[in-house]
């Protein structure tokens, strides 16, 4: 679109609004339709209520330079959304209280009203006109975002391992421990999938700071409204820097909740603060709640604050308390700005300041000096101008770097790891115990004498012995005991013996408080170091364990071979081949004892028999060889018995720690595992060491 040709300064110099006599004019049939529409701008009613000229506090003052200006404004009666020029705002009172300046003001701080407070005329030296791009026009707005830095990628990593860790950590801990976690998150993803090329200010302050004024000095224009009604802002408007048709801020603006009816673009595109979207917040200490929320909501979403203090309430304990000392963390995006310094003489404003930085000390706000990252500190006057080109430089270099909201969101997650720290890591020095291999043995042997596994390895090397000696044993004392088994029987009472010496009918029984003690035990030690809330979840992952394992160690024992109803009838341990020996042996000694017995009592009843040493020696060596062979074989079957009895006593140990494995060791070990990959990925998120 071809441009006008601009006109001479002096005549584009704007005049104090008096008389339509006193301004000179031009006839409208010497104006071309172009001309007739840049010297006829309408407005509509709000916009164009005349100012009174002197009211309003400190807040109405204003230092900018008062060119002609232009704002692209949308009339919100009208559908198309025409845009139109607003007629500039200035109505004299800045260029009247400009007088009480003794040193005379720069060029770019004077006014452009020609009448002072006492009617003099004031005439500027003449200043090339700045020509001011209209928003629709097409800029050099970048057409890609800016890449990613090493920070957002270092940022991505420190946001997935707390992903994760919440991930790990929801059905451990209480919601209220991960609900700010959770909601960093989400901010994190919604922040992350907008430009990075655009960085989010806002402006706080108190009630009569002179934030507003301080915003539309930032801003080249009064775009917030500033006077001595209080509270003044009631809504956050927002200014942005951008050049072109498109404006790249609509999402972020959409994320902060501003209104389409308060975002205004910048008239001057400065190119050091392209991407710049300066938010002027309600008070913080406004009566109305409504606007208190606004600020807090506000301030969690924004990327960096300046915060405006006054000489009168720079120490409020309301900003000190509840922002500041929450907002310690975020000193490399916080930027203090005390306002108002053209009150004080200068040695009272460096007073200010010094007293100023020790109350930031003591609420742990790093400061920014001497090069070292921290909040930077600044001294300004909204109506002089004094200090805004040096906030205007603070401003430009978190938006040059690009990296405000990946510091934002490394503040915030700091912030949540470090309220995290007491669920996720112990404030112990040591190293959880954890499941050693001594605190597993020392299970398995609680659970081994819970079912009664030594005591039936000792049965069952005794049952051993028994066979043996019934089947090595002299026929006399075998025939004693079946006698006795027989008579017990007939009595009800149960034998001796089963009838597979040392098989035992029925499992053992499972001792529940020898459990209970175990799984307490094992319990106590994996818990030992450990975050309240893990110790809690190993404890009642134990417990539940120990709630079935008894029916559970009564199954897998009466499952086994050699216990239950069948137990009579499954075969017993191998039969030794030396048993044939000694019962072919026995059965010799006994045919020779009862040989020489009948011998010699032929003989004693005269009967013709011969007589000699043999019929006597016959029944003394089966008398005696029969007893000294049982015990013989008893001596040798003592080796066998044990060996029998551990495998007895091994099996048992067996299945008592397969179900301490499955039912209470194993549960304990997940959550062991769990706990320390929560740790793991806490100290990624907290960017190195557990802090």
Known sequence: MARHPRRPAE?????????AAERPSTP???LTPARRHQNCPFRDSRRSAPRTPGTGDRDTRHPIDHRQHEENTVDEDTPEATPRR??????????????VVEAPPPPEQRTSSRVDAYGEEFVPEPEPVISVPAPARPGPAPTEDTPPTRADHELADRLTALKELVGLSRTRLDASALAEAGRLLDEADSRTRLPRACTTVAVAGATGSGKSTLFNALAGAQLSEAGVRRPTTATAVSCTWEAGRSSRAEGLLDRLGVPVRSRRRAHLVDPGLHGLVLLDLPDYDSVASEHREQVDRLLALVDAVIWVVDPEKYADAVLHERYLRAFAGHAEVTVMVLNQIDRLPADAAEAIMDDLRGLLDDRGIALGEHGEPGAAV???SALTGEGVPDLRQTIGELVRTRTAAARRLGADLDGVTRRLRPVCVADSVQAPT???PQAREEFEERLAHAVGAPAAGR???RGWLRRSERACGTPWAQLTKRIADRRASRRGEPPALSARAGRLGEPPVVSRPVIAEAVRTVAATAATELPGPWAKAVRDAAWRGAERLPAALEAALAARPGFGPEAAVRPG?????WWTVAIVGQALLMTAQLLGMCWLLTAAFGYPVAAGWLPAGLLIGGS?????????CRVASRGPARAWGQREEERLRRVAAGCGRSLVLEPVAAELLRYREVREQFVAAAGGEPR
């Open 11 to 19: 005549a584009v110099a704007r005049h104090p609004r008096g008389p």
């Open 28 to 30: 409208a049939s010497r």
């Open 86 to 99: 607003v007629e500039n705002w200035d109505d004299g009172v800045i260029a009247r209280r400009a007088r």
């Open 378 to 380: 600044l001294a300004v």
């Open 434 to 436: 954890g499941l050693t």
């Open 459 to 461: 049965a069952a090397e």
């Open 573 to 577: 341990p191998a039969r030794p081949a």
């Open 624 to 632: 005696l060889g029969a007893p000294l062979l049982a015990w013989a």
